[in-house]
């Protein structure tokens, strides 16, 4: 294992950084005071410049190889690259940051080069998004929403053998700190028989991992299931902003659009399988009476490591709030536990039919819920479609969000013995509609 | 109007051709004997090489700008551009190709530079697909397959409300002549409760008019339906091929997914809104008791003439008619006047909630079929899901797509006092499973 948790940094603000020790190391794209889109990567409250670094002649072979093809801008051409690029650039970054580098002193002396105070710099989106597509493998969430209109029968006959999933809109994928414009739309009134158009009056979060796709595969080849884990470039979060009231009016019966293409947030590092490989844990058995999944879906190495134990957090900010100084409210707290299919299962199947993935595709895992309250992965959810309201600190109540709120995002892995790691905020603000 | 009959050109095979005659002048991506792909124009049974024209000296101005913005092997920089530039490319081109050109000998003399016989070309996609959005717009589609499961209430509530539409898979869109691999998937068997994994048994195709963006919106501002025309860059035919077992065990409750993401065919040649201008039409009169639209999908100019008689056919050739050289079957032979919206209402639709969309997005139409036997767009509706086979001259029957079939798309534009034009072939032969 790459990672363990004695290993400090140089880079003080490392050590005991919440998301960005030097065990983590995600990759994203980055500018500093407005200048060029370059690749870098999160070390504490610093960005390294893998650019600059490079000019600086830090890296050979296929770490070399890894940067030159961040080149252009963004990560495809990394991602392309597949995993041995990716370790290759991760084992010589940990031997450049470590506390005990033999470069240290030298390093040290010419860090101005091609470490930056995050503070100065801002961050993009990662990669050209080709495609965008998002599942429905969060089974605690599906069985929430499936209760608020099936009660008896909350899952539909499909769910435990196919990972549902539907094509997402690609270009409007934006990084965190992007405001979110309240929609408008149509949409039904209870009990009329005709539409109203208007800004849309349930806008609602979802609490998702998102997955960045490594290298593609050809038109009508599959990726077998033991190979997916090789196809897998890296993880963020994901922020599914959807307004239930477009989305109720809208969806029979080809699914959701509108309701869900005005904006989608994501956080903009890049987390690696290798960083996330402490995390990494046996797929929970099924509960009795489920069926085992199809052959092209099943491996062994994927069951009894393919799942991931990364907490996952939502956090609530009001324009009132912030005028009392109060802390922001937490919404959620869940685990990407809850995924009833792993990540490969999700690559396997989406591709079992010859469809082509392309390096830079994102992957949205759909609403990660637990079974109980406080778990929720979205107001749909907690407040049962409006019907319970949530009270905060500033004596506002919320039944979904108003202009001013703020959606926070969050994640986290801990395991004992090791550095924990998280994977940087992903936040969006409402704007009243225009 | 900049499209009259009487005109020829000197380019002798563009005289009467069925396709592609001097008043048509569709743009497109070809390469010439394994060259450099570049912006083309289809004139007759010839490419006129946009590149070498403007090397040539030929283009100035606007028109110049036009040629320029293909350099990079694409067009969306082209449908960036607009209208305008679309225009004054169009303007020259007629002027060069003309029977009457002022410069036909010189031009004559030096064609062999920049006019190439179409025989020896590769036509490529015409754009870098960002998002692909398929519509449902065809009501008499929508029609016959609700009443295939809800005989007495065909349309869902929302139809004549809302223009239909769901996000696609951009990376599996091809150029006509690209086969089609048979997906295989999981389908329920009839009267089983466990799905099974193999070869889709019912595959299909669904006739489609496909729409090009041009200018695209910035994220969070609307695309209002006066202006919608200018955002669209011109027209295909696409074939939706459609895997109905896999279809319908996986669209609850999301929508269609890897039933339709294997491949989608479209005609390559971009036929521009200018060239189609003789064949506008008024959007033919709701039905009694149908609602008006919503007023962010009404325009006076729109209903006046945004709709288009275009005349659409679908044909099947298989193995055993290519061997006994028989004619293609004729399946159907539909019209674009079966959209219920027109193209500037799925414009205006798609960005109301402020959904970015950019250059070379492209839109399905949805299926467009008649109310008459003979003109459905499916073999779904053709067969009634394959109650009723089609008996073929080779004496074979088709209830759905056999290996070795081919399905042919073609598209007629007719009007008494105006030359005729088409779109050229959207073709795919089905190649068994992997």
Redesign the interface.
């Known amino acids: 294992m790459t990672q363990l948790s004695p290993v400090r940094s140089w880079v003080a603000s490392a050590n005991g950084h919440a998301d960005f020790p030097l065990q983590n190391l995600p990759l994203g794209i980055f500018s500093h005071q407005g200048g060029t889109r370059r690749g870098g990567v999160a070390i504490g409250e610093q960005i390294l410049d893998l650019s600059a670094a490079l000019q600086a002649g830090l890296f050979d072979g296929a770490a070399r190889a890894a940067v030159e093809a961040m080149a252009g801008g963004d990560l495809n051409g990394f991602f392309e690259l597949g995993r041995g690029a990716r370790v290759a650039l991760r084992e010589r970054l940990l031997e450049l940051l470590r506390e005990d580098s033999p470069q240290r002193a030298q390093l040290e002396a010419q860090q101005s080069q091609w470490l930056f105070p995050a503070a100065d710099c801002q961050l993009h989106l990662p990669a050209r998004i080709?495609?965008y597509t998002d599942f429905?493998v969060g089974i605690e969430h599906a069985q929430n929403v499936g209760k608020l209109f099936r009660p008896d029968n909350p899952l539909?006959?499909?769910y435990k053998?196919?990972p549902?999933?539907?094509?997402?809109?690609?270009?409007?994928i934006?990084p965190s700190g992007t405001d979110v414009?309240r929609?408008?739309?149509?949409t039904?009134p209870a009990g009329q028989?005709?539409?109203t158009?208007g800004p849309c009056a349930r806008l609602d979060y979802e609490l998702e991992l998102g997955i960045w796709i490594g290298q593609g595969n050809a038109?009508?080849?599959?990726i077998a299931i033991g190979d997916a884990a090789e196809h897998i470039g890296g993880f963020c979060l994901l922020n599914d902003w959807s307004?239930r009231d477009?989305q109720a009016?809208?969806?029979?019966?080809?699914?959701?659009?509108?309701?869900k293409?005005?904006?989608t947030s994501i956080s903009p590092w890049v987390v690696t399988a290798e960083a996330l490989e402490p995390f990494r844990r046996a797929q929970p058995a099924r509960p009795q009476g489920d069926?085992q999944p199809?052959?092209?879906l099943l491996d062994a190495r994927d069951q009894a490591g393919g799942a991931f134990d990364i907490e996952l957090e939502v956090l609530l900010l009001t324009d009132a709030m912030r005028e009392q100084n109060l802390p922001a409210h937490r919404l959620t707290l869940s685990n990407t536990q809850y995924m009833y299919w792993t990540v490969a299962q999700m690559v396997a199947?989406?591709s079992?039919?010859?469809?082509?993935?392309?390096a830079g595709?994102l992957f949205g895992s759909g609403t990660l819920s637990g079974p109980q309250n406080g778990q929720f992965g979205s107001l749909l959810e907690i407040t049962e479609g409006g019907k319970k309201p949530i009270e905060l600190a500033s004596g506002e109540v919320r039944r979904f969000l108003e202009d001013g709120d703020e959606i926070i995002l969050r994640a986290r892995c801990r395991r004992e013995g090791f550095a924990s790691i998280g994977f940087g905020e992903c936040r969006g603000k409402i704007l009243p509609a225009?």
């Not at 038109?219 to 599959?222: A, K, Q, R, S, T």
């Not at 009016?249 to 309701?259: D, N, R």
Request: glycine share 10%.
């Open positions: 080709n495609d429905y539909l006959p499909n053998y196919v549902i999933g539907y094509h997402g809109r690609a270009s409007t934006r414009r929609p408008k739309g149509q039904l028989a005709e539409p158009f038109l009508g080849e599959p307004a477009i009016w809208e969806y029979q019966p080809l699914g959701p659009f509108l309701s293409s005005f904006l069926p199809l052959p092209y199947h989406h079992v039919n010859g469809c082509q993935l392309q595709d225009r």
